[in-house]
């Protein structure tokens, strides 16, 4: 029995990767439990294992109390002085245990705490192995396909593929590889505690690094991801080395690398944008491959008013908004856009509204200074308040409190027509998210490879 002990520990410490030590002093527990379950739940049990031998020493210890309380580990002096003659009142009495007395139930007690805190001690060294990985890829063996939930054999733990973190659209068998991010662990959970994903933008991220070595080496950088699982996706890099092409290291010959991440995705399509520290730029090459004609920027309010020719507004909405979206989401800028037969309108619109200061008849020199000063229009010298008139060189307080109240007064009889919305401008911000037949239906238009999309973005084109 001894030797079966030592094997059993030995085996469990070997395939479980368990702390010896933990596995005796559990052992031990289980055993002093079983003991407590025939000679009181409050006995004072010792159970020693000599881990060099196997065996095994079961002990109760009774105190020597004048009066006795709990029988379950106490003696009276009489009873005690039968095991040993010179006992006295707060000596502590050993009386051996033979372990065959227990027989089954002690052996099934230890086995069951045994097992329990094996269970126990794998999760918690899954934990440990997993939680510094969130964010990494993670590579297994599909076991078993339950419910839409895919359970993978990871080298030293299971994981699970929620229905929700697998690229729609995709299948997958018993005995298939499979690659996927590590996206939490849950501690908690009674099943597979690594939850990972395949939708998720690091899985992409972290399959270019695997793909492109520049990447690895960290010449090139991923700035951002923007990816709607199954349809379409976004990355923008940057070369920290003049002399490396990061959209070209990215692409690979032919088209090899961002091909073969393609293949992985299930035919997922990719936008290689090259990143830039101009917004606007930035911007520009994320709307790929919708050429834009020009941008205006917002930074108070993070928006950009994006202008494109008419025939490119539907290439830069993409199907279902898909490529503005994935562009919000790439740049965090909130982009408004428009074509530029609408974009004319609304400036024509707005120049009807316009009241020129030359209509106020104040002089031809005072008129010229307050143009010069920037003030071109009846409504831009209402807003102006007095203190900064009479900083303009050439006019003085009478002059500036003459100029405003005339034109307060012009205003008051000659009111402004408010320009109308045309209606023709779209709005898409980083939180848009695409609705789930979207995603089934992927995005229809044809979008040219990825390089030359963002060389001709870099050009303008």
Same mark, same amino acid.
């Given at each position: ?9 030995? !085996? ?8 010896? +030590? ?19 739940? /409050?006995?004072?049990?010792?159970? =020693? ?17 004048? /009066? ?5 580990? !106490? ?7 039968? $095991? ?19 027989? =089954? ?10 097992? !329990? ?39 030293? @733990? ?10 729609? #659209?995709?299948? $997958? ?26 939708? $998720?933008?690091?899985?992409?991220? #972290? ?56 293949? %992985? ?10 990143? @830039? ?6 911007? @520009? ?17 993070? =928006?950009?008013?994006?202008?494109? &020719?008419?025939? !490119? ?11 503005? #979206?994935?562009? &919000? ?21 707005? =120049? &009807?509204?316009?009241?020129?200061? %030359? ?7 005072? *008129? ?8 071109? *229009?009846?409504? %831009?010298?209402?807003? *102006? ?13 009478? /002059? ?5 109240? *005339? ?32 995603? +089934? ?15 001709? &973005?870099?050009?303008?084109?």
């Amino acid at each position: 029995m001894n030797n079966e002990i030592l094997d059993a520990l030995s !085996q469990i410490t070997r395939e479980k990767s368990v702390d010896r +030590a933990m596995l005796i002093e559990t052992l031990e527990t289980g055993l002093a439990s079983a003991v407590r379950k025939k000679h009181g739940l /409050t006995a004072d049990v010792e159970v =020693r294992f000599n881990d060099k031998s196997g065996q095994l020493e079961c002990a109760l210890r009774m105190t020597v109390v004048d /009066t006795v309380e709990d029988p379950a580990f !106490q003696w009276t002096v009489e009873k005690a002085r039968a $095991h040993k003659s010179d006992a006295a009142v707060g000596d502590v009495i050993r009386i051996p245990l033979p372990i065959n007395e227990f027989g =089954r139930n002690a052996i099934q007690t230890a086995k069951q705490v045994l097992i !329990q805190r094996v269970r126990e001690a794998e999760r918690d060294r899954v934990f440990k192995e997993y939680s510094d990985k969130i964010g990494t890829l993670v590579r297994g063996v599909v076991q078993q396909v339950d419910r839409g939930n895919v359970i993978v054999k990871l080298d030293f @733990s299971e994981g699970v593929l929620p229905a929700r973190e697998q690229i729609p #659209r995709s299948y $997958h068998r018993q005995g298939d590889y499979v690659r996927a991010v590590v996206l939490n662990v849950d501690k908690s959970a009674k099943g597979p505690q690594v939850i990972m994903s395949r939708t $998720h933008p690091d899985f992409l991220k #972290r399959l270019f690094e695997n793909e492109v070595p520049e990447i690895a080496d960290g010449i090139v950088e991923v700035k951002a991801v923007s990816r709607e699982a199954g349809a379409r996706s976004k990355i923008s890099v940057f070369s920290t080395d003049p002399r490396v092409d990061a959209v070209g290291s990215c692409v690979g010959l032919k088209g090899s690398r961002v091909q073969s991440i393609v293949r %992985e995705l299930g035919g997922e399509r990719i936008d290689i944008v090259p990143w @830039s520290a101009d917004p606007a730029v930035f911007v @520009s090459r994320a709307l790929s491959p919708a050429r834009v004609m020009d941008v205006k920027v917002n930074e108070a309010e993070g =928006r950009m008013n994006v202008i494109v &020719a008419d025939d !490119q507004l539907s290439l830069a909405i993409g199907k279902g908004g898909q490529n503005a #979206r994935l562009a &919000a989401r790439l740049t965090g800028w909130k982009i408004d856009l428009v074509s530029k037969s609408e974009e004319k309108k609304r400036h024509d619109l707005e =120049r &009807a509204s316009r009241i020129e200061v %030359e209509q106020l008849e104040l002089g031809e020199a005072t *008129t010229e200074k307050l143009i010069s000063a920037g003030i071109e *229009t009846v409504q %831009e010298l209402v807003a *102006t308040p007095l203190e900064t008139l009479v900083q303009i060189p050439g006019i003085g307080e009478k /002059t500036a409190e003459k100029v405003l109240a *005339t034109a307060q007064e012009y205003l008051a009889a000659h009111p402004p027509v408010a320009p109308e919305t045309t209606g023709g401008e779209l709005e898409f911000t980083p939180e848009m998210t695409a609705d789930e037949d979207e995603l +089934a239906a992927g995005d229809g238009t044809e979008a040219p490879a990825s390089r030359e999309a963002a060389e001709g &973005a870099d050009r303008g084109e």
